[in-house]
């Protein structure tokens, strides 16, 4: 399958990159994917909700049934922001087993801790990490998640290498992000929802529209469901499946590392 995204960007110069459909210096992006999420952390679970109506619940119920996580697992969630699917592990693993709640941005980070406080939640150990380069020794995870961050880092492959490595052999990987949709009619309409509602809803309620304009730009320029799989493959991941979720709107991709 090819990568085709619209927009401009694709094409990309040596030493740059994207950053939704403007291209920008490699060593910019990261810094300007922490501006837009230090901007929305406050406002960034009620958007979830009316963006998504809800459905980014159901994703991410999924992601949790096909972790299969068992209780005494140790599991790392990559990129976890406010920390939707840390809550769920934490209640699974039970008292032996461990979940680090990991992001590279403090804000979100810091909301993350709130929410599962307010839930109850307090034996949910934070590290604030680059999924480029996490901090932990090879082999430590039985499974990792990353739920909507792959798309906003920068040096996706080192990302994926890097959370291959903290797998115990025998671990899995699942990546859940936006893909591309199945069918022409409802890519088109969900077009028109991306870029013209998105930014509205994010500056009426986060009263930042360029953050969600970004969201939607970002989507677009994401892998496609073949090119991820192919690009965890590379990654040393074996038996990557793909699940799509609401007609290829969302993607989840497992793998295993085998050694
Ligand atoms: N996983 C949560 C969820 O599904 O609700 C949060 C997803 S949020 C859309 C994306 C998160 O990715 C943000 O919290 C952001 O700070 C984080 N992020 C972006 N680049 C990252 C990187 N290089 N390493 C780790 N986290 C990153």
Same mark, same amino acid.
């Given at each position: 399958?090819?990568?085709?995204?619209?927009?401009?960007?694709?094409?990309?110069? +040596?030493?740059?990159?994207?950053?939704?459909?403007?291209?920008?210096?490699?060593?910019?992006?990261? &810094?300007?994917?922490?501006?837009?999420?230090?901007?929305?952390?406050?406002?960034?679970?009620?958007?979830?909700?009316?963006?998504?109506?809800?459905?980014?619940?159901?994703?991410?119920?999924?992601?949790?049934?096909?972790?299969?996580?068992?209780?005494?697992?140790?599991?790392?969630?990559?990129?976890?922001?406010?920390?939707?699917?840390?809550?769920?592990?934490?209640?699974?693993?039970?008292? &032996?087993?461990?979940?680090?709640?990991?992001?590279?941005?403090?804000?979100?980070?810091?909301?993350?801790?709130?929410?599962?406080?307010?839930?109850?939640?307090?034996?949910?150990?934070?590290?604030?990490?680059?999924?480029?380069?996490?901090?932990?020794?090879?082999?430590?995870?039985?499974?990792?998640?990353?739920?909507?961050?792959?798309?906003?880092?920068?040096?996706?492959?080192?990302?994926?290498?890097?959370?291959?490595? +903290?797998? %115990?052999?025998?671990?899995?990987?699942?990546?859940?992000?936006?893909?591309?949709?199945?069918?022409?009619?409802? +890519?088109?309409?969900?077009?028109?929802?991306?870029?013209?509602?998105?930014?509205?809803?994010?500056?009426?309620?986060?009263?930042?529209?360029?953050?969600?304009?970004?969201?939607?730009?970002?989507?677009?320029?994401?892998?496609?469901? +073949?090119?991820? %799989?192919?690009?965890?493959?590379?990654?040393?991941?074996?038996?990557?499946?793909?699940?799509?979720?609401?007609?290829?709107?969302?993607?989840?991709?497992?793998?295993?590392?085998?050694?």
């Amino acid at each position: 399958m090819s990568n085709d995204k619209p927009g401009p960007g694709n094409g990309k110069k +040596a030493g740059y990159t994207h950053f939704g459909f403007e291209e920008v210096p490699t060593a910019q992006k990261q &810094q300007r994917v922490r501006e837009v999420f230090s901007s929305v952390a406050s406002s960034y679970d009620v958007m979830n909700d009316l963006m998504s109506f809800g459905i980014h619940r159901i994703w991410k119920r999924f992601v949790i049934d096909l972790a299969g996580v068992r209780p005494g697992e140790k599991v790392l969630d990559v990129a976890g922001g406010t920390g939707d699917l840390s809550r769920e592990f934490r209640r699974l693993v039970g008292p &032996q087993g461990l979940v680090v709640l990991s992001d590279i941005n403090e804000a979100m980070l810091r909301q993350g801790h709130i929410r599962l406080a307010d839930k109850g939640v307090v034996d949910v150990p934070l590290a604030l990490a680059n999924a480029e380069k996490l901090p932990f020794a090879e082999g430590t995870f039985d499974c990792i998640t990353i739920g909507f961050g792959l798309r906003n880092v920068t040096d996706k492959d080192a990302a994926l290498v890097s959370m291959t490595k +903290a797998l %115990k052999p025998g671990g899995r990987l699942l990546v859940l992000e936006f893909s591309k949709p199945l069918n022409a009619g409802l +890519a088109k309409v969900y077009d028109q929802y991306s870029f013209r509602l998105l930014p509205l809803m994010g500056k009426l309620v986060a009263r930042d529209a360029d953050s969600y304009r970004y969201l939607a730009e970002s989507i677009r320029m994401h892998p496609d469901q +073949a090119t991820l %799989k192919g690009m965890m493959e590379n990654a040393g991941l074996s038996r990557v499946q793909v699940y799509n979720l609401t007609g290829g709107i969302v993607a989840v991709h497992r793998g295993y590392r085998l050694d």
